[in-house]
């Protein structure tokens, strides 16, 4: 029975994002001079690089604030197809590019392209909360590939081939993971390609994280490894996570033509176009900036090593050491608490912020998030460790 006739009937499946609440919960608490430690946050605690943030002064000094066309700038869009050949072997020709406010957008409006009312999007499990909540938006139906901690919470393609059905439209891929930190190998996707192309199965890529990779890793474009492939993949991707630009809103995708033709008439109807200011600074960032990103990813591996330093001797917690993005998805299962009366309770009684893991669909783990210093994260850990005791 429908709860509220008031609004539409497919809000009443849609929950509010629990990422955001839980960051902006915690920001709030510190403003307010409480001593919160936030191992929640789903953003890099650098500051956005300042070459980047003088191209948006000029940007707005020059009068550059207007629409500008639906799909993005010009040049940007010439700096991302660019960015594409050279980063990740993949030809998106500029009008194959439509960018958007924010990665998550791309997403959202790739899922409202491809999806119809139940037709089915499968995805691994953890997946990202914002996922299933999309589907939900476009009447679509998800269906979850459960993975576990012993396989890296790593999809394999006999789960695959297992979940398909006749109305699967789409399939998710996120490497590296948020929540789990997973990466995909080259040989890995492959398989999964091979059986997407067979079915004629599209691939959403969300390559967010795809610049915060461990031990030299190297993060594989799925689009890139054959043609058949290709032609069913939306490649997504932004600058939130490269540049420390959450704010600026602004991400991408690259998809086969009828797909980003059908996504620039959605998004000309929905926001018009992204801010002209935060593109002109995303053209600069892609331009370079020298070794931001680089020394990003040092400061995140450190970080990285030292939680799991610290996770190592909290008997009640197991985890493994993540090799993308910067969260570390931790079983709790031996605490006897669930995810949520884990979170609340920490937060409630030693002042720490975490992720419930139920968010990203297992209520046996929690998220923790590295993308703070290694004070605070230390002084986090710690009081988790004598909370548990
Ligand atoms: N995908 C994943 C997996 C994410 O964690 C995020 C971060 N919010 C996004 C997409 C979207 O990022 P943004 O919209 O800030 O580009
Ligand atoms: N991606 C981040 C997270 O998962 C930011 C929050 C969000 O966009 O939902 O925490």
Redesign the pocket.
Known sequence: MRVNTRLAERLEKVSA?V??AI?SGAKKLKAEGVDVISLA???PDFDTPDYIKQAAIEAINNGFTKYTPTTGIPELKKAISEKFRRDNSLKYEPNQIVVSCGA?HSIYNALQVLVDKDDEVLMPSPY???YPEMVNLCQGVSRFIKTNIESGFKIEVSDLQRHISSKTKVLIINSPS?PTGSVYSGDELRSIAEVCAKRKIFVISDEIYEKLIYQGQKATSIASLKDDIYNLTITVSGLSKSYAMTGWRIGYLGAPQDVSDAISKLQSHSTSCPSSISQKAATAALGGGGDFIEKMVVEFEKRRDFAAGKLDRIPKISYTKPAGAFYIFCNISKSGLDSVNFATRLLEEASVAV?PGVAFGDDNYIRISFATSIEELGKGLDRMASWLK
Do not use: D
């Open positions: 994002s990422t955001l960051t946050a789903g953003e998550k990202w909360v914002s948020n992720v």
